[in-house]
């Protein structure tokens, strides 16, 4: 299993970003496909969850109605596109099939204030 997550970079309050990750070696459009980040010194908390076919979406209260959550199955891939940045969404952003039964290696997102 593969999880090649891109994206992140170096942007300033109120910017926005999309991260993607493209998944290989798994039946990609039966899982719930997610989003978690870690920052610095801090443990690796959820972000935002959708389920096989976008009908059940999760969000942490911390993104809610700034972060929007999708998925292409002909793709193998999810996204999240991040809007409203704030320097608190500093972190690495791990994208994860099934509530962490595979991770991907991460991307670095940062905002300046």
């Known amino acids: 299993v593969q999880l090649q997550a891109s994206g992140g970079g170096l942007v300033q309050a109120g910017d926005s970003l999309r991260l993607s990750c493209a998944a290989s070696?798994?039946?990609?459009?039966?899982?719930?496909m997610g989003w978690f980040r870690q920052a610095p010194g801090k443990e690796r908390e959820f972000v935002s969850a959708?389920?096989?076919?976008?009908?059940?979406?999760y969000y942490a209260d911390s993104v809610k109605g700034r972060f929007t959550i999708a998925r292409d199955n002909a793709e193998n891939a999810v996204y999240l596109q991040m809007n409203s940045l704030k320097p608190e969404d500093t972190a690495v952003y791990y994208c994860?099939?099934?509530?962490?039964?595979?991770w991907g290696q991460g991307t670095l997102v940062t905002v300046s204030s």
């Open positions: 994860t099939v099934n509530w962490g039964r595979y």
């Open positions: 070696g798994i039946a990609f459009s039966t899982y719930v």
């Open positions: 959708i389920n096989w076919n976008g009908g059940s979406i």
